[in-house]
């Protein structure tokens, strides 16, 4: 039986949306600065991994209606299609090609088909994480 920990539940509320935006932020920076897919996956599933401390998984599950193993095929699908794009083009596996746009809040900056690669990975670090640690959890809950 779980006690009601409010402090906890409140503090997670106030600190996950703030790990993911700080995880977005690294995932954008990875091109220029450390960071990237890999850290901002991390990251994001470490926020996850928070709610699963402060809620039980029932309750994260109905926050969060994710299915992680599409979540990691949506992800390989990013990264192996990004390589693949660049051989159709007669040029080298992961080749990529950017170009200047201007975005409204990130001003002017320089997309690559890196960025899609870095998705793809930041997916699949995600959802790996999270089956990984869904797997733990049900496994050691004890029998009622």
Do not use: C
């Not at 299915?67 to 990529?96: C, E, Q």
């Amino acid at each position: 039986m779980r006690r009601n920990d409010v402090v906890l539940r409140t503090i997670t509320a106030v600190v996950v949306p703030i790990i993911v935006l700080f995880s977005v932020r690294l995932f954008f920076a990875g091109h220029y600065y450390p960071g990237g897919g890999f850290i901002g996956g991390l990251m994001t599933a470490g926020a996850i991994v928070l709610l699963l401390l402060a809620f039980d998984i029932e309750t994260v599950r109905k926050m969060i209606p994710i299915n992680y193993k599409w979540l990691v095929a949506i992800g390989l699908l990013f990264a192996v299609g990004t390589g693949m794009s660049s051989m159709f083009l007669d040029r080298p596996f992961l080749t990529h090609a950017y170009q200047y746009v201007h975005l409204p809040l990130l001003d002017y900056t320089s997309l690559h088909t890196a960025v899609l690669f870095d998705l793809g990975v930041y997916f699949v670090v995600i959802g790996v994480t999270m089956i990984i640690i869904e797997t733990i959890g049900e496994s050691q809950q004890p029998n009622d």
